[in-house]
Structure formats: C-alpha cells, structure tokens
C-alpha cells in the first residue's frame, strides 16, 4: 500500500493521460456520430448506405482489432501515401492521436444509434409545425430537434461514455502511457502488481461513479417538466 | 486439386502485383487463423456458459432483495461492470502472482499460472456481473398479475420461480443477451494481450512474423465479422421463436370475415 502512495504522481499522471484521452474521444465520437446519424436519417441513398455501413462495420468488429488496425495500418498507409506523392517524410503517429482518433471513430458509430433513435423519438410533426412556422432547417434543429434529443439521447449516451471509459485502458496496448501502462511497468518494478492494479480498479471506479452521477444531474436537468414513467 | 493450384496462384500473383494486401499470405495462414478463431469461440462460449449458470441464482437473489446477499452482489457487479476488463485480466493473470500464499496453493500450477484460465476466469465473471444486472431487471419486469395468478393456482415459490417467473423473464431478456454475447465476444480480443493465440493473436502473431501492417488485423476483422453476423442471425432465429407473440402481425387474419356479409 505505501509502495502504491510512493508512485502517486505517476498514476495521477496516467490518470489525466485517460481522462483526457477519454474527453477528446468523446468529442470526436459525439460529431461522428452526428454526422452519420444525420447520414443515417438523410434523404439520400448514397449517404444512407455510408452511414450504414460505418455503423455496422464498427459494431461488429471488436475495438481492439480496430485500434491495432488503425495505429499500425494506419501509420503505414500515412507512410506510404507519402513516399508516393512525396508530401511529407516518414511520420511517426502519435499513440495518444491514434488512440483518440480510434476511439472517437468506435464510438461515433455507438453515438450515431443513440442519436438515430433519439431523433426519430421526437414526433414528425413537430418538425412540420416548425417548417410551417417559417423556421428555416438550422432553427428547427436549434430550437425544436435539439433540446429535445439530448434528452432522448442522454440514456444511450451515458452508457456510450462509461463504455468508452472503459475502452481507454486499451490504448496501453499499443503502448501509450495511461493510467493502466504506468500501473503495470510501476508493479513490475517493485513487485507488486496486485496492489497497483487494485489501484486502477479503484481510480476507474471513481470515474465512473463521479461521471454517473453528473450525467444523472444531467438527465434531471433537460427531463426538466417531463412527467416520469 | 488443379483448380485448387491455380487459384493459390492466381492469389499470389495479384498479391505480388495488384493488391497492396497480400492475399496468399492470408490464404496460406488460413488454418492459423481457424485455429484462432476456435480459441475465440471456445473462451466466449465457455465465459457466457458459466456466466449465465452464476448469474441466474444471483439474479434471483438480487429481484428478491435477500437481505445481506442483495448489497453483497450489488457491490461485486458494480466493481465488474465499472471497471475495465483489461484490468481485470490483469489483476488475476500478472496480480495474484504477488501473493506468495497463491503461488505456493494447489490452484497455482494448472490453473493461476496458465494464461488460459485466467482469461476464461475473467470473462467468466465480468459477463456474470453484466447478465446479473439486466436478468434481474427481466425478473422485475414480469407482469404483477401472472405472479398473482400462479399463487392464486396455489403454486409455492419454487414452483412459481421455476414455471412462470424465470421462463417469462428468459424471454424478454433475449434482446439484451444478444448485445452480451456480441460484448462478450468482442471482450476475448483480450485473450492476445495476454500472449494466447485467439483471432486478434493469430493476427498479430502474423504482422509481427512478416512485418506487415494490415493483413493480420484485416483477416481477424473479417472473421470476427463473420462471427457477429453468425450471432445476430443466430438470435433473430430465437427471437421469431421465443418472442413470437410479441411480433406485430404479418398479414390481417381478421380482414376476410370483417368484410364477408
């Protein structure tokens, strides 16, 4: 246990290497997923078998294969792209770019079926009153889609981020130095693995417990004079 | 076997001058990646098998609220379901090694040292906690009347539990296992981590070997694709058959006689 408190600074500094990964995948993830919901939803048939696709290719293959593919595929098709055109030299990708770019692509399909549904929750004639109001499509979705599919969304979305969260400890594996990486190569060195990963465990109970609890202020706000089922 | 040599090297020749993805070298490490994805399938099988064996009496436990053994599951689902299922792994493959009285106990040698055991052990009780938490939200959800009414039929507990309960809450739990199953699934990828040579192992084994960048990773994603829709078809088959009641219906049986003199 003291061995643990010695090593603090190390794993606080894993700790906001994830968070930090895990806030900007979201953000990523949270305009993918907008985007291909509102691909999803469009009236076009090219961009609704784009945005069916993204979804269900991501949803099936498992985030790690994913990942894998990404920062080490990736990284050789930006290489090779370059020795072609001879753009830019050889690019070395940063783990935490690959790991935020990964994440946000694998949730923005998670995101993109809450935002779908939620959407389509909201009765179509509101939608048609607001047109016949004279709003134009940028007002109709500030004013009426909006508020009201975040609160639709929030459920799904919630999952999507504690999720997400979770998936961060992945990106130890292609070698960034996160909460989870800096726990393992500390317990090696002093031999006492357990203690540190029990400390993992309890750093990403803490994160989801204080994230479920703001999502759930969250939902109390924007459910806000909706009668409860 | 002629056609067989011809498309082996139809293979390699766009391999070699087409394709950027070396499709012979899949082909010919085909029987790796099968070998990966039984490993696969079995840890799934295996963790969801023994999975939902622990988590229905747990369930059961938890909608009847036993007083003591109610916060006990409580708290170990949440602890599963919180954290990640790498650190989970970890914990029980490099963690329990920390502890002398571990190595030295009769589990070490077949089973706390082998990479195999820990694995299934972890995803045996991290899909335990989830299918715990969404069983008993099934058990809750089953209609107050039908209970009444088999204590009305005088059944006792056991036999309420057993006829009524339990078979309706399976049913309407069926939707939430296919989405465990396919986590489940997607969950064992973390068997490569800890060096066994599932899907994602075979893949990455094959990168390494051949220094390559896409092959391994594609060929593994392809299969687990296959796999998933497997599932999906799998359990829309069981859908149609345990939910049937629940489908809205095809074709209006009543029409005819609604419109017959």
């Not at chain 2, 799934?44 to 747990?58: E, H, K």
Request: hydrophobic share 50%; aromatic share 12%; glycine share 8%.
């Amino acid at each position: 246990m003291n061995t643990v408190l010695e090593y603090k600074s190390i794993l606080m500094q894993g700790t906001l290497v994830t968070v930090s990964l895990a806030v900007l995948s979201l953000l990523l993830s949270v305009l993918l997923g907008l985007l291909a919901a509102s691909l999803k939803l469009s009236s076009s048939r090219m961009g609704r078998r784009i945005g069916n696709v993204y979804v269900t290719l991501v949803r099936s293959v498992p985030d790690l294969v994913l990942m894998m593919l990404i920062f080490y595929g990736g990284q050789a098709l930006v290489n090779h792209l370059g020795g072609l055109t001879g753009w830019w030299d050889y690019v070395d990708l940063n783990q935490f770019i690959a790991g935020v770019l990964t994440l946000g692509f694998i949730f923005g399909a998670y995101m993109a079926e809450t935002f779908r549904g939620a959407i389509l929750a909201i009765p179509a004639g509101q939608h048609e009153a607001a047109v016949a109001c004279g709003m134009n499509r940028c007002q109709v979705f500030r004013l009426v889609t909006w508020p009201q599919m975040v609160r639709h969304a929030l459920p799904g979305f919630s999952n999507n981020w504690l999720v997400l969260v979770k998936s961060t400890a992945l990106v130890s594996v292609i070698g960034l130095h996160d909460l989870v990486w800096n726990a393992v190569s500390a317990g090696r060195s002093t031999q006492q693995l357990f203690s540190f990963l029990s400390a993992v465990l309890i750093i990403y109970l803490c994160i989801t417990a204080i994230s479920d609890l703001c999502l759930r202020k969250l939902d109390r706000r924007f459910s806000a004079g909706v009668e409860r089922g | 076997m002629d056609d067989e040599r011809s498309l082996l090297q139809y293979l390699q020749h766009i391999s070699e001058n087409v394709s950027p993805v070396d499709f012979y070298l899949i082909a010919d490490n085909l029987d790796r990646f099968l070998a990966g994805a039984l490993v696969t399938l079995q840890l799934t099988f295996l963790a969801l098998l023994f999975g939902g064996l622990f988590a229905v009496p747990l369930a059961v436990a938890r909608a009847a609220r036993t007083p003591g053994l109610n916060p006990a599951i409580w708290g170990f689902t949440y602890l599963f379901r919180g954290t990640p299922l790498l650190v989970q792994t970890y914990l029980i493959y490099y963690g329990l090694g920390q502890f002398a009285v571990v190595r030295e106990s009769f589990l070490w040698d077949p089973i706390l040292s082998s990479p195999w055991w820990c694995v299934l052990i972890a995803f045996t009780l991290n899909t335990t906690a989830y299918t715990t938490e969404f069983l008993r939200g099934a058990i809750l959800s089953v209609p107050n009347g039908e209970i009444e009414a088999a204590r009305a039929c005088g059944m006792s507990w056991w036999t309420r539990l057993r006829l009524v309960v339990l078979p309706g809450a399976f049913r309407r739990a069926l939707p939430a296992y296919s989405n465990e199953v396919i986590f489940t699934l997607h969950g064992s990828v973390i068997a490569s981590v800890v060096t066994l040579q599932d899907l994602l192992g075979v893949g990455r084994w094959l990168n390494g070997r051949y220094y390559l960048a896409y092959e391994g990773y594609l060929t593994a994603m392809v299969f687990y694709m296959i796999i998933v829709f497997g599932i999906t078809r799998l359990f829309r088959l069981a859908e149609r058959r345990y939910l049937g009641h629940l489908r809205p219906r095809e074709h209006d049986e009543l029409l005819p006689m609604t419109t017959s003199p």
